[in-house]
């Protein structure tokens, strides 16, 4: 809405949440599924892009991008220091859902536009991000662009990083107008921030248990990614006789079950979400199968012994099989706490009648938990009623979401507003 008062001419009033939100909502949607395909580097991640620009030019915020191919937003001056920064990701994994990312993104434009309507005046710059390739649905890693920032990933290992194609993170890049030589550590950036809170849609149904719209984060479970490969003999599936094969898909579906059994009984998460097979023809008997294992569990002890018994389950398998099996860890998360100043701080200001709000786990992994071994970060969890994530069906109720924009203003301003 636009109009004149004495000569002046007002701007016009930033999009509204749920103007963003259905702005955002086609992008990179399949017609098919229903799920998202936002990939790092591609069409549907360069639209992603440009929404976020479009978001920061519209309100009259510095617009930034780092040398990592992470977008900014700023709010004040980007050289002063101590900023409060917020804000997630935009990418997805194959099919997922609409909030998984991109809910921070969208709230992050929403409870700046609460502060300024509150007439509330920050004495710390604020600035909003849009971190790349959190997912790693296309490379494999996640959280690059945080990585690389904090010095968690060199630019020589990303460069090595490859597509199921085979294009490589540095040509995907350049394909995308992005100058692969500039990826590294930017601790002049991150030395900027004093605090990093981001908001997420919880993934799982812990706080819809509590009855609270939105909690905060106690910790992040420790967490890998281990690829699994099984070399055995290709063969004619319908003259080879049993006792003389060398399947490794036997081999890889005993360690899937393997996985199973020994996480129920740990307490931990184990998952083979991701297999390959070669030369995967229906009359084949493969003679490579590879499949990626995400394990997660509440401290590293625990983790690595899970680990370590899906490993020898898998070698005992291979032996009777006559197949030949190795392990390669692609990524390893550890432990994350988040600092528990801010963390305190912010489960205080969101509470009622002094009764802090939930403070939870996670064994999802997260930019801020990239980020907090550099400056102090905390989350937000908004309430998820199906506990549904990397799913079509994952969901929050609108009144949450706004609840969340609520929750995030109120942080950013007793963060900001000293």
Same mark, same amino acid.
């Given at each position: ?5 004495g ?13 963003m939100w ?13 799920g %998202? *395909?936002? %990939? ?16 920061a ?14 977008q900014?937003?700023? %709010?004040g ?12 990701h ?8 609409a ?14 536009d ?11 710059? /604020?600035?909003?991000v ?21 010095g968690? /990933? ?23 107008? %992005?100058d ?30 509590t ?15 281990w690829?699994?490969?099984? *070399? ?11 006792e ?34 070669e ?8 003679? /490579? ?6 394990? *997660?569990?509440?401290?590293e002890?625990? /983790? ?19 197949v ?12 994350v ?13 969101l509470?009622t ?11 999802a ?48 301003e ?5």
């Amino acid at each position: 809405m636009t109009g004149t008062e004495g000569g002046r001419r007002e701007a016009p009033a930033p999009p509204s949440f749920h103007t963003m939100w259905a702005d955002l909502l086609p992008i990179g949607r399949h017609a098919d599924t229903g799920g %998202y *395909r936002r %990939y790092a580097w591609t069409a549907a991640d360069a639209d992603c892009r440009a929404w976020f620009q479009a978001q920061a030019e519209s309100r009259g915020l510095t617009y930034e991008l780092d040398r990592n191919g992470n977008q900014w937003a700023w %709010y004040g001056d980007p050289e002063a220091g101590d900023a409060v920064v917020t804000g997630s990701h935009l990418d997805s994994v194959p099919d997922g859902g609409a909030f998984d990312g991109p809910l921070g993104v969208v709230s992050s434009f929403a409870a700046l536009d609460t502060l300024r309507a509150r007439g509330a005046a920050p004495d710390r710059p /604020l600035a909003i991000v849009n971190f790349g390739d959190e997912e790693g649905a296309r490379f494999g890693l996640a959280c690059v662009g945080s990585r690389l920032a904090a010095g968690q /990933l060199t630019a020589e290992q990303a460069h090595a990083l490859r597509d199921a194609d085979g294009v490589t993170l540095a040509q995907a890049m350049e394909r995308a107008g %992005y100058d692969p030589e500039a990826i590294g550590p930017d601790p002049e950036r991150l030395a900027r921030i004093g605090a990093f809170v981001e908001l997420h849609v919880e993934q799982g149904r812990a706080l819809d248990r509590t009855g609270h719209a939105v909690g905060v984060a106690s910790a992040i479970w420790p967490h890998g990614r281990w690829r699994f490969d099984f *070399r055995g003999e290709a063969n004619h599936a319908g003259t080879t006789r049993i006792e003389d094969r060398r399947d490794p898909m036997l081999t890889y579906a005993a360690t899937v079950l393997a996985a199973r059994e020994k996480a129920a009984r740990a307490g931990a998460l184990a998952t083979f979400g991701k297999v390959g097979v070669e030369p995967n023809g229906v009359n084949a008997i493969a003679s /490579l199968v590879r499949g990626w294992l995400d394990s *997660r569990a509440a401290d590293e002890h625990t /983790l690595a012994t899970v680990v370590g018994e899906i490993e020898r389950a898998a070698a005992g398998q291979a032996a009777r099989d006559g197949v030949e099996v190795s392990v390669t860890r692609e990524s390893f998360t550890p432990v994350v706490e988040f600092e528990h100043g801010l963390r305190d701080k912010l489960a205080a200001l969101l509470g009622t009648d002094g009764a802090p709000v939930p403070v939870l786990p996670t064994g999802a992994g997260h930019d801020a938990g990239i980020l907090s071994a550099s400056v102090p970060t905390a989350m937000l969890f908004v309430r998820n009623p199906t506990g549904v994530s990397h799913s079509p069906a994952e969901s929050a109720a609108e009144d949450d979401c706004v609840a969340g924009v609520t929750a995030l203003a109120d942080v950013l301003e007793g963060l900001a507003c000293r």
